[in-house]
């Protein structure tokens, strides 16, 4: 068997050209309300399903809509996860956060009204998508990535 050519001193220690630092709550936050999709986590059926949503964040909770008689809206929610991201390639940067609580379904009529007056991205997935739930975060933690060069 022969040996393969010798590679540069970081092949065989990977990531040893990135850093990744912890991101704050407000710094969670603030990333979290650049983007519009994100996926919500939750069990179902003994099975861990992960759905793209459409979201918006408002007061601290992440908010998205989708189908009464829908997979997420039939499903336990008490132990939910959100995640949402942005990845630069070129630069090899990014950031990732991730929210762990229930995801409740929004039945206040005047939180609706604000909820439904609010300029957002409509839901990529087909069908009525007329019922609101909310995700406020027990647990919020982020990492920001990039090269150290």
């Avoid at 991201?85 to 090899?92: K, L, S, W």
Wanted: hydrophobic residues 40%; negative net charge; contains cysteine.
């Amino acid at each position: 068997m022969t040996t393969p050519p010798s590679q540069d001193n970081y092949w065989e220690t990977p990531g040893a050209l990135h850093a990744s630092e912890a991101l704050t709550p407000s710094q969670c936050w603030a990333l979290a309300t650049t983007q519009s999709m994100g996926r919500l986590g939750f069990f179902r059926e003994g099975l861990l399903e992960i759905f793209p949503v459409n979201y918006f964040v408002l007061d601290e909770h992440v908010y998205f809509r989708t189908r009464a008689d829908g997979i997420i809206a039939t499903s336990y929610l008490e132990h939910a996860a959100f995640q949402t991201d942005f990845a630069d390639t070129t630069t090899q940067s990014g950031w990732t956060i991730l929210a762990n609580g229930p995801a409740i379904r929004v039945e206040d009529p005047d939180l609706l009204t604000t909820l439904w007056g609010k300029v957002a991205e409509e839901p990529w997935a087909p069908g009525l998508r007329d019922l609101f739930f909310a995700l406020k975060p027990t647990h919020l933690r982020g990492r920001r990535l990039h090269t150290t060069h």
